[in-house]
Every structure is written in C-alpha cells, then in structure tokens.
C-alpha cells in the first residue's frame, strides 16, 4: 500500500510539474502568435502555482513539525484526539477508503503512559495504538521523502526555467527564419495560384479552339467538297480547252489548205490566161454522195461558166475602152481582173463548202431520226413480243388446264363404263333365273 501511494504521489507531481513547464515555456517561447495574417500578443500568467494545488507563498515553513508539507490538510499531531477528520488527500498519502474507516473507528489516543484516564485502555487497545502510531509515523516519514523529491523536482525545473529564460534572446533569429518562411510560402502560394489561373485560362482557351473547330468542321468539308467540284470543274475545262486547241489546230491546217488552194487557183487562172492547159486532176472516187456532189458540181460549174463568161465580156469591153492606156495600166486592169474572179471564185467555193456542211447536218439530222424511230420500233416490237409471250403463256396454261378437265371426263367415263358393265352382268343374271328353263331345272331339282 505504501508503494501505491507513493507511485500515485509521484504521477501527481509529474502531470503538475509538465503542466507548469508547459506554461513557464509557453510564456517564455510565446510572446505572441500569428492568426490570419497579425501578430497578436498574447502574454500569459507568469505565476507560479504549487505543484500540490496551493500557491508558493502559501506554503508551510519547511521545518515546521507535525505539519505536512506541501498537503491539503490540518496539521497531523501524534496524540489527536478521535473524531478529528483528516483533511489529507487519499491519492496523495495512498491510505485506502477501508483503511480510513478503520482509523476513524478505531482511533484512540495515544498517551505515553499506555493507561488510565479517559483515553486509557487495555493491553489490547495499547497495542493498537502503537501499531497506528507507528503506521503515522511511517507515513510521515514517506511524506518527508516525498517532500524532498518534490524540492528537488522544484530546484530541476528551476534550472531548467532559468537556462530557457537564458536562450530567450535566439527566438528573434528563429521569428526572423519563420516570417522569412512564411513569406517564402506566401509567395509561393500566390505564385501557385498565378499559375493556376493561366491553367485555367489556357484549358478554356483550348476548350474554345475546339468548340470553334467542331463547329467549322461542316464548314470545311462543304469548302473541301466545293474545292474538289472545282478540280473537276478544271479537269473538265482543261479537256475542253485541248478540244478547242485541236479544234484550232484543225482550222488552221484547214485555211493552210485553203491558201494553198487560193494559190493553185491563182497560178491556174494564170495559166488560162496565158493560153497553157492545166493537168487534169485524178476523178474522185465514187461514194454514196456523189450524185448530190455532182449535182451541186454542176450547178457551181455552170455559175462560174456564167460569171466567167460575163468577166470576159467585160474584160473585152474595157480592153476596147482601154487601147490607149499605157501597158502599165493595162497590166493593173488585168491584175484588178483576176483578183475580181479570185474573189468570185472564193465565194463559190465557200458558198460550195457551206452546201456540203449543210447537207451533213441534214444527213446527220436525218440519220439520228432514222435511229430514233428505230429504237421506238425496236421497243414497240419488244412490247409486242412480251404481250405475245404473256399470251401464249396463258394459252398454254389454259391447254394444261383443258387437258386436265379432259383426263378426269376420261377418267370418270372408264369409271361409269366399268359400272354399267357390272349392272348388265347382274341383269343378266337376273334374267338366266326366271328363264322357262331354268324354272324347269329348279323343279326338277326341288322333286
């Protein structure tokens, strides 16, 4: 039980010195405190309290005898009288609840005599009073030890005050480090949020690219679409382009033609005129137009004949009229002439040219005609075959059924015939029975 007390005395004096430590530091390290951003001080209670509940300056004189130092309490005499209650803590001296009930029960007075008196008893009561005094004493004896420990404990803790109060000067270093930090992180926090908030900024720039080119995605594949019509529009304006290119080349080569026909008409109307005779050139080889081109021939010969007959005529007139011009003159005149007939000649060939080209249309007109009705006859003669076909499927299908209705009338006509056999069978049989002579047999029989 002693060594209960005793450890419960000494947890009490260790929670009650780390609560006074932790308030002796706390107001030595903690001149003030930073909340939301200011420094707030805030100074705390530098009293210093006894460790068993009761100020320092309160406390009993340490060599006061009978007196419990450092204890809430009376002080304890050795001859109390009974009935006197005492006010000492039970965790503090560790006396059990059983062993006080015991003490105020049993308490006498203890008298150094041993009997008489009103306090005196038996043997029997000396004896259990020696046994509580000497338990008080061995409790005043724990509560003297336990009361040096404490001043030692209070001397420890002393010291330990004086050497942090004696450190008190680094914290202005260490407040300078942590304002220094704090700002760092300050900083830092505020550097965070900038980039952040660029964060930000660039997703919703990114989300806005996206939306604008989701939403000019159907723009740009009309544009695509548009652009590829436009290459075929080219390719085709190309082909076109080569077309009329050959087209040209083809009209060039045929006015290169045409020159060099002009000439050769040229050089042999100068032929003529000088009275040379011009090889005739090889006959044209007979096609299915000729007769339409020989008519026309003709009929352009005999024009010419004309507008040549009538050119000489007047070459004569003006030859006559003309006599007494100088050769110079004459030999224009004549060139004037022959540039007039040229030019007929050319209108001819080209009025010539223009009836042919116009007899092509006509016979190229008249050729996609005779195509069309033939396609319309060809689809008039597949109409007709298509509704023969249907009618002679419906011809045959009508025989199958014909010849059908016929097998059953056959069939039926082999039935009844095959009956009406039976019936003549039996009615000739009948008849055998009621013959004069079968009669005569069947009497015959009977007697």
């Given at each position: 039980m002693q060594q209960d007390g005793s450890t419960e005395l000494q947890d009490n004096h260790q929670e009650q010195k780390a609560g006074h430590i932790s308030r002796t530091s706390l107001s030595h390290k903690s001149p003030g405190f930073?909340?939301?951003?200011?420094?707030?001080?805030?100074?705390?209670?530098?009293?210093?309290?006894?460790?068993?509940?009761?100020?320092?300056?309160?406390?009993?004189?340490?060599?006061?005898?009978?007196?419990?130092?450092?204890?809430?309490?009376?002080?304890?005499?050795?001859?109390?009288?009974?009935?006197?209650?005492?006010?000492?803590?039970?965790?503090?001296?560790?006396?059990?609840?059983?062993?006080?009930?015991?003490?105020?029960?049993?308490?006498?007075?203890?008298?150094?005599?041993?009997?008489?008196?009103?306090?005196?008893?038996?043997?029997?009561?000396?004896?259990?009073?020696?046994?509580?005094?000497?338990?008080?004493?061995?409790?005043?004896?724990?509560?003297?030890?336990?009361?040096?420990?404490?001043?030692?404990?209070?001397?420890?803790?002393?010291?330990?005050?004086d050497r942090k109060t004696s450190s008190a000067g680094a914290w202005e270093e260490k407040r300078r480090e942590w304002e220094e930090v704090y700002r760092q992180v300050s900083e830092a926090i505020l550097d965070n949020a900038r980039l952040m908030l660029q964060t930000e900024n660039v997703q919703a720039n990114a989300e806005d690219f996206k939306e604008r080119f989701e939403s000019e995605q159907p723009f740009r594949t009309l544009v695509q679409d548009e652009i590829f019509s436009l290459h075929k529009v080219i390719q085709e304006a190309g082909l076109s382009r080569a077309e009329l290119q050959e087209q040209l080349e083809s009209m060039r080569e045929e006015l290169q033609h045409l020159e060099q026909d002009h000439q050769q008409d040229v050089r042999s109307l100068y032929a003529q005129m000088s009275g040379r005779e011009l090889d005739q050139p090889n006959a044209p080889i007979r096609t299915s137009l000729d007769r339409i081109l020989s008519h026309i021939r003709s009929h352009w010969e005999a024009l010419t004949e004309r507008n040549r007959a009538e050119t000489d005529c007047y070459l004569d007139g003006k030859e006559a009229q003309c006599v007494s011009l100088s050769p110079e003159e004459q030999q224009v005149e004549a060139l004037k002439a022959e540039c007039s007939d040229t030019c007929c000649?050319?209108?001819?060939?080209?009025?010539?040219?223009?009836?042919?080209?116009?007899?092509?249309?006509?016979?190229?007109?008249?050729?996609?005609?005779?195509?069309?009705?033939?396609?319309?006859?060809?689809?008039?003669?597949?109409?007709?075959?298509?509704?023969?076909?249907?009618?002679?499927?419906?011809?045959?299908?009508?025989?199958?059924?014909?010849?059908?209705?016929?097998?059953?009338?056959?069939?039926?006509?082999?039935?009844?015939?095959?009956?009406?056999?039976?019936?003549?069978?039996?009615?000739?049989?009948?008849?055998?029975?009621f013959t004069p002579s079968a009669l005569s047999a069947r009497g015959r029989l009977q007697d």
């Open positions: 930073r909340a939301g951003g200011g420094l707030f001080a805030m100074p705390l209670p530098r009293r210093r309290s006894s460790f068993l509940g009761a100020p320092s300056c309160e406390r009993p004189p340490r060599g006061v005898p009978g007196t419990l130092s450092g204890v809430y309490g009376t002080p304890l005499s050795v001859s109390a009288p009974p009935g006197l209650s005492t006010r000492v803590s039970r965790r503090a001296l560790g006396i059990s609840s059983v062993f006080l009930q015991g003490l105020r029960s049993s308490a006498a007075p203890v008298m150094p005599g041993g009997s008489g008196g009103p306090y005196g008893g038996s043997g029997g009561s000396c004896g259990g009073g020696a046994g509580l005094n000497g338990c008080l004493m061995e409790y005043r004896d724990k509560v003297r030890a336990l009361e040096t420990l404490n001043l030692q404990l209070e001397d420890g803790i002393r010291l330990a005050l000649q050319i209108q001819n060939l080209q009025a010539e040219s223009e009836s042919i080209r116009a007899l092509r249309r006509g016979l190229q007109s008249s050729l996609s005609d005779a195509q069309h009705w033939q396609q319309v006859e060809q689809q008039n003669r597949a109409s007709v075959v298509l509704q023969l076909q249907a009618e002679l499927s419906e011809l045959q299908e009508e025989i199958q059924q014909q010849r059908r209705l016929y097998d059953t009338l056959l069939s039926n006509k082999q039935r009844l015939e095959r009956d009406v056999g039976v019936y003549h069978g039996v009615l000739d049989g009948e008849e055998s029975r």
